[in-house]
């Protein structure tokens, strides 16, 4: 089992590329990297196999509950399978660069089962709420 950890600042290059953490790297098998929309603005990374496990829970749910066909809807309509490269680069495709509002400074985080990828005023503030919702 994965177990993405920690917080990154790696470089975004060339409007949309960035390195990513060796550590988070070693985890991925293969070669590529699923992109979706995640929540709170962030991009959510998955390694194949994971996001395959992840979309078979979905397709699970009943078809017949709204809720589950928007969760499907807002899952697969902003999926895209994203080639690392021999550096370990990848590209962020511009509708989650545009959704999650990426500028010039980026944060990687390991989210346990997944990595999120997020601007960086933007997880500033997403973890000083989470800090002050722990600690009332």
Request: proline share 3%.
């Amino acid at each position: 089992m994965k177990m993405f950890l920690g917080e990154y600042q790696p470089n975004i290059t060339e409007g949309s590329r960035i390195a990513l953490p060796k550590k988070l790297r070693e985890q991925i098998k293969g070669d590529e990297l699923i992109l979706s929309k995640g929540f709170e603005s962030c991009v959510f990374g998955y390694d194949k196999e994971d996001w395959l496990a992840e979309a078979e829970k979905q397709v699970e749910n009943p078809i017949t509950d709204s809720k589950t066909r928007d969760l499907k809807r807002y899952m697969y309509s902003g999926a895209s399978e994203t080639a690392i490269d021999t550096q370990g680069r990848i590209v962020i495709p511009g509708n989650l660069k545009e959704y999650a509002k990426i500028g010039k400074r980026v944060v990687v985080i390991g989210a346990g089962d997944h990595i999120e990828i997020w601007d960086f005023e933007n997880w500033t503030k997403h973890s000083e709420k989470i800090s002050a919702i722990l600690s009332a």
